[in-house]
């Protein structure tokens, strides 16, 4: 399967961070609302949010969308327009959470374990007419799914593992993801099941880093060995940095739009000596992956002088 995590397309998000420098408009990203955070699942693995239209009126808009924006989330899209929805102009806002397949299993092992498959449960905010956009849909006969009240919409046959739904929860709010996810935000939004305000790990450094990016992400520590596997697989290579990395418990990246575009990777550790050995190791990923583009890209090669590590 495809991962739509963010960290899968840091050499992107580096790109991105150095495309617009020579912006001179200034982009101040919105804060996501603790109502909107406390809908996703507590299980959520990674939690990623997008100011879409604050990054509509910047340069590298195009790019953040197809190398960062989930997969999932252009399906939804189409599948918007088709019911004369103009994603462009109606929807505002990204959030989007990721469940690691492994995760339906819980248990301590899950938490860490690389996920080898996800699921998506994403909300996308802005201005709709649910009524109308329902009754279209109806006349499409698509297949349906009532859930307390909520009349999910299948994309595909609604039978497959991989057919997602989607649902308005109010005017505002369109949420979007597989089955199960939805069902269990529903639960959430009841009172039936605990919400991502209830992570005690994972809320805080959200929390933290709301508001601070155009497009920002928190990993938890699962997500956080996917993406250092990804951006340096040699890792795997050497025994006491494949311990490090397990020791691991959180990144932090935000994407930020002021004068220039700055792409941030946080590592969060059990100490300060872990946490600074990795951002060693994540700045020798970025400056492996600068030798590699040198002879094929090399202005790519130059953006990722670009990107800052902090521990």
Not at 16 to 29: G, H, M, T, V, W
Not at 73 to 91: C, H, M, R, Y
Not at 233 to 239: G, M, S, T, Y
């Amino acid at each position: 399967m495809k991962f739509s995590t963010l960290i899968r397309t840091i050499a992107a998000t580096a790109a991105l961070a150095a495309a617009a420098l020579a912006l001179p408009c200034s982009a101040r990203a919105g804060r996501l609302g603790p109502d909107i955070i406390g809908l996703f699942p507590k299980e959520v693995g990674e939690f990623a949010y997008a100011d879409l239209k604050q990054a509509r009126s910047l340069k590298w808009f195009a790019q953040l969308k197809e190398q960062m924006i989930p997969a999932r989330f252009k399906q939804f899209e189409q599948f918007l327009a088709s019911a004369g929805i103009d994603p462009n102009t109606q929807v505002d806002e990204l959030a989007w959470g990721l469940v690691a397949e492994s995760m339906s299993g819980k248990g301590a092992e899950s938490a860490t374990a690389v996920p080898t498959g996800e699921d998506i449960v994403g909300v996308a905010l802005g201005s709709y007419n649910p009524s109308s956009a329902e009754a279209f849909f109806k006349t499409q006969k698509l297949p349906t799914l009532k859930v307390r009240g909520y009349t999910l919409f299948a994309f595909g046959t609604g039978s497959g593992p991989n057919d997602l739904f989607f649902f308005f929860l109010d005017s505002n709010t369109a949420a979007f993801g597989h089955r199960a996810l939805l069902e269990k935000m529903i639960e959430v939004r009841f009172g039936g099941e605990e919400g991502l305000l209830r992570n005690e790990k994972l809320y805080p450094l959200i929390n933290e880093v709301n508001g601070s990016g155009v497009v920002w992400a928190v990993l938890n520590p699962a997500y956080t060995r996917l993406a250092i596997r990804q951006l340096a697989p040699e890792i795997e290579q050497f025994p006491e940095a494949a311990k490090l990395v397990r020791r691991m418990k959180n990144l932090i990246i935000n994407v930020d739009a002021g004068s220039s575009v700055d792409g941030h990777f946080q590592a969060v550790a059990g100490s300060t000596e872990d946490a600074n050995s990795l951002s060693q190791l994540l700045q020798a990923g970025f400056l492996y992956k600068r030798y590699q583009a040198q002879q094929s890209n090399p202005e790519l090669a130059q953006l990722l002088d670009q990107v800052r590590v902090n521990p």
